[in-house]
C-alpha cells in the first residue's frame, strides 16, 4: 500500500513540475519580449500624429451661457470635426460657439476625429458602432457607445472614438 501512494505522489510531483516549468519557460519568454520591444510600438505610437495639430477658435461663449447650464466643475475645450465643443462635467458636449448642447458624434465626425490624431497614409478599413464590452476587451473602460475605426495594417490597427466626447 505505502508503495503505490509513493508512485502516486511522485507522479503527481512529475506533471505538477512539467505544468510549472512550461508556464515559468512562457513567463520568460513574454517577459524578454517586453524588455527588448519598445513599449510606443505596442501602443501603435508609430501610427499617431504627435502632437495633433492645434487648432485657433474665435468667438467662443463664456461657459456661463451654455444652454440649461449644468453647473460646471470640470470644463475642456475639444475640437470635433474643425469645430470647438466644450466638455462639461466629464459628461455633456456643448457648441462653444453657440452653447447648445451636442447630442452626439456622427460617424463621420469620428472619421475626422482619427484623421486628425492618426497618420495620414493609414486606409480606413471598417468603421462599427460599440455599445458594451466584456471586460477582456481592449476599449473596456473607456465611454460607451464609441465608434471602431479598423485600419488596413498588418497591425490590426483600431482607434476608438467616444459618441458623447
Request: glycine share 6%; proline share 4%.
Amino acid at each position: 500500500m505505502k508503495g503505490k501512494t509513493q508512485k502516486k505522489i511522485r507522479k503527481i510531483h512529475r506533471y505538477l513540475g512539467i505544468f510549472l516549468g512550461i508556464q515559468f519557460l512562457f513567463w520568460t519568454i513574454s517577459g524578454l519580449y517586453f524588455s527588448w520591444t519598445n513599449i510606443d510600438e505596442i501602443h501603435g505610437d508609430q501610427y499617431k500624429k504627435l502632437p495633433p495639430e492645434t487648432s485657433i477658435h474665435k468667438n467662443l461663449i463664456s461657459p456661463d451661457s451654455l444652454e440649461n447650464n449644468p453647473g460646471i466643475k470640470t470644463l475642456v475645450l475639444k475640437e470635433i470635426a474643425e469645430k470647438p465643443y466644450y466638455w462639461v462635467n466629464n459628461r455633456q458636449l456643448y457648441d462653444a460657439q453657440t452653447g447648445k448642447i451636442k447630442k452626439g458624434i456622427s460617424k463621420t465626425e469620428a472619421l475626422l476625429v482619427a484623421q486628425r490624431y492618426m497618420k495620414d497614409k493609414l486606409e480606413v478599413k471598417n468603421i462599427a458602432l460599440i455599445t458594451d464590452v466584456d471586460k477582456h476587451h481592449e476599449y473596456r473602460g473607456g465611454l460607451l457607445p464609441a465608434y471602431v475605426i479598423s485600419y488596413k495594417t498588418n497591425d490590426n490597427l483600431k482607434a476608438y472614438i467616444s459618441v458623447k466626447d
